[in-house]
């Protein structure tokens, strides 16, 4: 620790952890993404509020950029540190800190895993009910900055809905308690609402008061096969109509070859080229019967090829797999991602126009596709092949995503359904946020953080000086 | 039309309807408060989103303050034009725009009356559920200006949980799509929910696409006389854990004669300290039952001494208008008027110190209290004495205020649980927010409105020049 900025630090903060081995300044600098080599002054894992504010004095002080850091599974490269940064992980900072009956509500710090969250809802026979895959790795804090959303929005949109309370570290080191869990408060400008989905450019979000709510009612899942995206909206349309949906998520025959041979088990017989898994509330034997009808209606129309209903929770997990071991299963093939959504109307000719661009644009390359169809949230993964080296299949996915963005400008939809921007969607805000708005994005950010010492680089490029 | 800017605005603008009558200029010049006496430069009426691009570019030129106004049933001067400003009425553009089925969003201008969009709505079967006694007067724009809450908020949040887009006119006249109706987008700063609750000194909304749901299945509602403060949380927790509750509304006796008074027809015989008037689902026998079960533990357990449920439509009305006519009720008393909230878990606490503050301090007003309890929102009138003047009136009750700001801090609340902050409750702010949030306000501010003619003096006092 020859860094005189960093012995400063540690005279300031005896009691802060600070890491700077080489394995340690490559692990924290990193996220899901693999495009860019870490590359951080050190990780610093506080333990306290006052530890972070005095980072952030420290950090000030010196003019040093600063990451905060979850879980690290974006996928957009926000946790990134690759320029001499420090990475202020919040992983220490992983406790419930309180809960109340009445209000039914969790303080958590930030570093606290969506799981670990989930199930201390789940103590007090609550839920906190956004959900996606990752929940085992990322952190609250993680799903804050990029208001993350998952497979229940339809029923319990994001993380937004969902946050009563945030407390913030600034720039300056001054600590925010913002909207303290008041359900209603009309006394100024939602600062808590503009930290959500800032990917850390604003503040560092320390602790959380979170919104808990009642379990749903007992629920089934199903497995749909069906024979084209026609059917796809023919279908979401018609189990929308008569069932109570919790989630209805579509992928692709390609998804399920991935996920099959990564050790899924298969649920249906034949081939087909999409399908749906869904959850919807299944309490009482009339439940069951409108599902059973919905499926047959589906059937009878040619919108449903084949199907099959979990009998057990065991089989509903093993269905939920199929969907879920997605990401995980074309891992290994590094796969250039991209997360986009329109207005739900907008989803047929949206998908129409995808799949005549994938087709033109990527012949050669197989794509992985998979989606939150009731949000309008389609992820397109790009499997690179074996015989192309990163920087040569980046270059060409990059040319799509060109044209990928100018589509998603015509239909008014947007380049981040839930990834958030970070570094690697950088290029393409603007075909989501028009001019006027970078600009006040950019002018807001300097009334935050004059300076630019949080992560900087991330959302847009760093401010010319 | 002597004024050499007004003249200019009249060349640029061929087509605008402007007043500068002096009946037009104290109509348009005034909220529901009646603090302030009008003094507006003119009235605006623009009929285009064009025409406010115009009026803002003019004003940006001239450097003239800019009132956005709606249906001026505002409580806190947010919409007051009293230094020579320019009043910018929406009240022409009250029309809707797009309706998608599928999206299940509706598309209005921003002066249309809550009632309209609601009526809108359930022209399609659908149902826009903010809600609140003004719906008639109240525009949509005003609705978003203020985040407001109402009597369903128990059920269905605040407004802000039913934006899915807000088109936006900038201080410089340049036009914001924000969000755009999506359901995902993690795009960067989430300026549509930065806009909502910031009282027109961000920018004019001009147009709002509004999320619309599922009309709630069949209610009943009933009313109940209660022994004190302490059995009104008591009742709160047993109807919340045993029905599904839309709205749970308290009152007092002394609110109560004054609606009798102003004509409402009383639905109980004796005379109770306290009232609530509940509305929950009711869709079948078991349901009823539920509700019944409910009133009787309550009646056993000493919290509920009397109560009705309504028999029809017209009955169910009569005793909503129990609660929602006491503002019109004590209107001419000229009420000054308090607007708190504290988390729920703390309202009983609060409540009891409430009491006894308003019982020291105000031995000689009458006070009329009620409020939407399951939301943690307390509304305090404090009713002026013939004998005494305005000015002396409203001096005694701002020295109650900060007694009640400085115990409001105490427990976390908010001076503005709904009504905004507008010019009434700006010298209390700093009771809600701290400096450095208040700091980072006024710096948000400036990046939008650099010049500062975005309703100047709302929220917070005037930069120094």
């Avoid at 989606?371 to 920087?391: E, R, S």
Wanted: proline share 5%; net charge negative.
């Amino acid at each position: 620790m020859t860094d005189a900025r960093l012995a400063d630090l540690a005279t300031r903060l005896p009691g802060l952890r600070l890491l700077t081995d080489a394995a340690d300044l490559e692990h924290y600098g990193r996220d899901w993404t693999r495009r860019w080599t870490p590359a951080p002054l050190a990780i610093a894992l506080p333990a306290s509020v006052e530890e972070v504010q005095g980072v952030m004095r420290w950090a000030s002080g010196h003019g040093v950029a600063v990451v905060p850091s979850g879980g690290r599974t974006g996928l957009s490269g926000g946790a990134v540190a690759a320029n001499g940064e420090l990475v202020l992980s919040l992983e220490r900072m992983n406790r419930v800190l309180a809960f109340d009956p009445v209000d039914r509500m969790l303080t958590v710090q930030a570093g606290m895993p969506l799981q670990a969250v989930q199930e201390a809802a789940k103590a007090h026979d609550l839920v906190y009910p956004v959900d996606f895959a990752a929940r085992g790795s990322c952190t609250i804090g993680g799903n804050i900055a990029t208001n993350a959303g998952g497979i229940r929005v339809i029923r319990y949109g994001n993380t937004r809905e969902w946050i009563a309370g945030l407390t913030v570290v600034t720039a300056a080191g001054e600590r925010l308690e913002l909207n303290r869990g008041l359900i209603k408060n009309s006394s100024g400008y939602d600062l808590r609402q503009l930290m959500i989905a800032s990917e850390g450019t604003l503040g560092i979000v320390v602790e959380a008061t979170v919104r808990l709510t009642s379990p749903p009612p007992p629920s089934q899942v199903m497995l749909l096969a069906l024979p084209d995206l026609g059917a796809l909206m023919q279908v979401f349309a018609l189990f929308q109509s008569r069932l109570s949906l919790q989630a209805f998520e579509f992928f692709t025959d390609v998804a399920l070859r991935h996920v099959l041979a990564h050790g899924a088990q298969r649920a249906l017989e034949g081939d087909y080229p999409y399908y749906v898994v869904t959850e919807f509330d299944a309490a009482g034997e009339a439940a069951q019967e409108a599902a059973l009808a919905a499926f047959e209606a589906g059937v009878e129309q040619g919108w449903i090829l084949d199907g099959v209903i979990a009998q057990s929770e065991a089989q509903a997990a093993a269905l939920w797999r199929l969907r879920e071991g997605i990401t995980e299963s074309v891992a290994p093939r590094k796969p250039y991602k991209n997360d986009v959504s329109v207005r739900i109307s907008a989803v047929p000719a949206f998908l129409q126009a995808m799949q005549e661009l994938l087709g033109r644009e990527y012949p050669q390359f197989e794509v992985v596709w998979f989606g939150h169809i009731g949000d309008g949230n389609l992820h397109i993964n790009v499997l690179q092949p074996d015989d192309l080296d990163d920087a040569a299949f980046i270059a060409q996915c990059e040319q799509v995503t060109k044209r990928l963005a100018a589509t998603l400008h015509d239909f008014g939809g947007s380049i981040s359904a839930e990834h958030g921007i970070g570094l690697v969607k950088r290029p393409y805000l603007e075909s989501t946020r028009s001019a006027a708005e970078i600009a006040l994005m950019r002018g807001v950010r300097r009334a935050f953080d004059p300076q630019g010492i949080l992560n900087p680089g991330k959302l847009f490029a760093p401010e010319p000086t």
